[in-house]
């Protein structure tokens, strides 16, 4: 009998350690889970995940703001139930936002959580040249100019016409220009470039930055370059006044500068081309 009773007692106690092991699995759940909704209002709803101030610094582009919520908003589900005003889904990470905002440069986002703050700051794109595409206009109601003293008769040619930047980024929409004021590129080579693409390979495009600034210490006054066959990487600069002058973007040209000087004192004018696209070599022909 003595046997039986501690059998009994200790199937009762085991019982009631199981109930009460229940209890802690069960109020532990219960705890969590109070505290996961909690949690969860404190991020969605609470405003101490709200932002109170917005600030970016530029002048030009206010109507980012609105879509980069978007953007971030549009990230995740979770971003999506959190909501474009909280911080939370604010990120660094901006490379596939700005695909679409082509003239902007850099862009830097800060948080501040204790503030409530977040700092937006943009560099955009500085205008370098204007890259034209030419076509063969077929309409000569369409035409740019009916008489440009400029190239192989641009009146007889349309264009698309767009800022780039040293980069080699074309960033934005631009008039048609002439004139020697502005640097400026005509391409005849058939290609569709659209904004945010790159005008040239990185190799061509530092030869053609120094070509416009071989031109500008020679004090020639041409800023017109022509490119007519990217497989030949070359390009000419061309001006109603002076003789064409053709230049190899396969090699630095500064060492074009002596000779243009040296020509320069022998009178442009006698001049009907030079040709400087024989690296350290200078051709020219006579009228």
């Known amino acids: 009998k003595i046997y039986l009773m501690k059998f009994y007692v200790d199937e009762k106690e085991r019982k009631r350690q199981r109930r009460i092991l229940r209890l802690k699995i069960y109020g532990g ?67 596939s936002f700005l695909k679409n905002y082509p003239q902007i440069a850099e862009l830097k986002i800060e948080k501040d959580y204790f503030e409530r703050r977040v700092t937006i700051e943009i560099k955009e794109r500085e205008k370098f040249g204007v890259w034209c595409t030419i076509r063969t206009n077929t309409d000569s109601t369409q035409t740019n100019t009916e008489e440009s003293p400029y190239g192989p008769v641009l009146s007889q040619y349309k264009s698309v016409c767009r800022w780039f930047d040293k980069s080699g980024v074309i960033f934005v929409e631009a008039p048609f220009m002439e004139g020697e004021l502005i640097n400026k590129i005509y391409d005849s080579t058939d290609r569709e470039l659209k904004l945010g693409d790159k005008i040239l390979e990185e190799n061509l495009l ?11 210490k020679s004090e020639l006054q041409m800023k017109n370059l022509y490119l007519q066959d990217i497989s030949l990487q070359e390009v000419s600069a061309e001006s109603p006044l002076l003789p064409k002058i053709y230049f190899s973007l396969r090699f630095n040209p500064e060492f074009t500068l002596p000779a243009i000087q040296s020509l320069k004192e022998s009178g442009l004018s006698k001049l009907e081309y030079i040709d400087f696209r024989v690296e350290n070599r200078a051709y020219y022909k006579v009228k």
């Not at 530092?206 to 500008?216: A, G, R, T």
């Open 29 to 95: 759940a219960a705890a969590f889970f109070v505290l996961l909704i909690g949690l969860s209002y404190l991020i969605v709803y609470s405003p101490i995940f709200k932002i109170q101030q917005v600030n970016i610094r530029t002048s030009d582009v206010q109507e980012l703001i609105g879509d980069l919520k978007i953007f971030f908003a549009n990230q995740s589900k979770i971003a999506s139930i959190l909501g474009a005003d909280n911080i939370l889904i604010w990120r660094k990470d901006t490379d």
């Open 206 to 216: 530092d030869n053609l930055l120094k070509v416009f600034e071989v031109l500008q």
